[in-house]
C-alpha cells in the first residue's frame, strides 16, 4: 500500500467517522409521536362511539404509533353540539359527529343527511361528495362560515326508523301535538306537522322521554337505540322514514393541525378514512341486524311507516328547503348539485340493481299455514 493510499484512506475513514458523530445528535433531537385530543358526539356506550375508536385505531396502527389519537365521548370537554367551534378553535384536535349538528351555523349543512337527498341512499351521498362536487362545495361552505376545520364525511348510514311512539302512527295527523325530537331540516318538516319538537343529543333523549318531556322521538339505529335504551321507554318502533334516510357521520380535524401533519401522515388519514367507512358499513350490518332481533326479544314491536306519511314528509321536505334556500345561495348551489347527480345515478340504480324481497321469501319465508279442515 502506497504512503498516498494510506492517506487517502485515513481521510475517507476520518470523513466517515465524522458524519456518525454529527448524525448521532440529529437522531437523539428526533421528535416523539405527534399527540392528538379529539371527542365524539356521542356516549361511550353508544356504537357511535365504538366507531370513532375503529378510526383512530386505524391512523395509530398505519402510522405505527407516530401518530396518537385519543377519543373522549360527548360532553368530555364540550357538549355533543359544540364540537365545531371546539375543533376550530384548537380545544380539541379532532372530533367525530354528524354534519347535521351543526345546522345552526349554515342551514346548507344539513343537506348532507337530513332529507330525502332525492332519492338517494346514504352511500350515494357519500359518491356525490366524492365524485360529484361536494368535497369541494363542503369547503366552501365551512369557509362561509370561518371554520377552520378539514372535514371527511364517511361512514354511510342505513335508512333511519320514523321514531319510537307510544302507539303506531298511522297518519300524518298523529303527530299534532306531540313533543317530538329530531335535527337538521327535519325539525322543519315535523313542526309543519304539528309536533312540537325538541333537537336533543343523543345521550339525552331516553331519559327525556322517560320523564315525559318527551312524547315520541327519532334517533339512528337498530344497536344505538338498544344501547342507549329506547326500549324501556317504548315498545313501538315505525321503520323507514325519509327524514334521514342518507345521512353519514363526519371525521373532522382541526386545519391547522392536519396541514402541519408531514405529507405522508395527511395521506395515510384520508386513505384510513376510506377503509374506516368500509369497515363500519359491514359492522353495521352484523350489530344492527343482531340487535334488531335482540329488540324483538325485549318486546318491541317494528312497524313499516304507511306510505301516506312517507309522501307527506316529501312534500314537507320540499316546503321546508325552499324556505331555507330562500336568501342563501349556498344552499341552492348544494341542492341543485345533488340534484343533477342523483337524477342519473338513482336511475341507474333503480333500472339496474334487482329487488332482494323476493330471493328473501324465496328461502326464508314460511310458508301459509294450510286451512283447518271442518
Known sequence: MTDKTRVTRRNFLAGAAGASTLAFPMIAKAQGPIAMRWQSTWPSKDIFHEYALDFAKKVNDMTGGDLKIEVLPAGAVVPAFGLLDAVSKGTLDGGHGVLVYHYGKQNALALWGS???????????????????????????????????????????????????????????????????????????????????????????????????????????????????????????????????????????????????????????????????????????????????????????????????????????DAAAAKKADGNALFKEIEASQKQFAERAVKWELDTVVGRRMAYNHYFAKPAAAPKKG
Not at 152 to 168: D, E, V
Not at 176 to 203: E, Y
Open 115 to 317: 332529507g330525502p337527498a332525492f332519492g338517494m341512499d346514504a352511500n350515494m351521498m357519500l359518491a356525490w361528495h366524492k365524485y360529484g362536487g361536494g368535497k369541494e362545495l363542503l369547503s366552501k361552505l365551512y369557509g362561509s362560515i370561518n371554520a377552520n376545520v378539514v372535514s371527511f364525511p364517511y361512514g354511510p348510514m342505513p335508512t333511519q326508523p320514523l321514531g319510537w311512539f307510544k302507539k303506531p302512527i298511522t297518519k300524518a295527523a298523529d303527530f299534532k301535538g306531540l313533543k317530538f325530537r329530531t335535527v337538521g331540516i327535519s325539525i322543519d318538516v315535523f313542526t309543519a306537522l304539528g309536533a312540537a319538537v325538541n333537537a336533543l343529543p343523543g345521550g339525552e333523549i331516553v331519559p327525556a322521554m322517560d320523564r315525559g318531556l318527551l312524547d315520541a322521538a327519532e334517533f339512528n339505529n337498530a344497536s344505538s337505540d338498544n344501547l342507549l335504551g329506547f326500549s324501556d321507554v317504548s315498545k313501538v318502533c315505525m321503520l323507514q322514514s325519509y327524514h334521514q334516510n342518507a345521512e353519514q357521520f363526519e371525521i373532522m380535524f382541526n386545519k391547522t393541525k392536519f396541514d402541519a401533519l408531514p405529507g405522508k401522515m395527511r395521506a395515510i388519514i384520508e386513505n384510513a378514512v376510506e377503509a374506516a367507512s368500509a369497515d363500519m358499513s359491514w359492522k353495521a350490518v352484523d350489530r344492527y341486524s343482531k340487535d334488531y332481533q335482540d329488540l324483538q326479544k325485549k318486546g318491541v314491536k317494528f312497524y313499516k311507516t304507511p306510505d301516506p306519511v312517507l309522501q307527506q314528509q316529501l312534500t314537507g321536505y
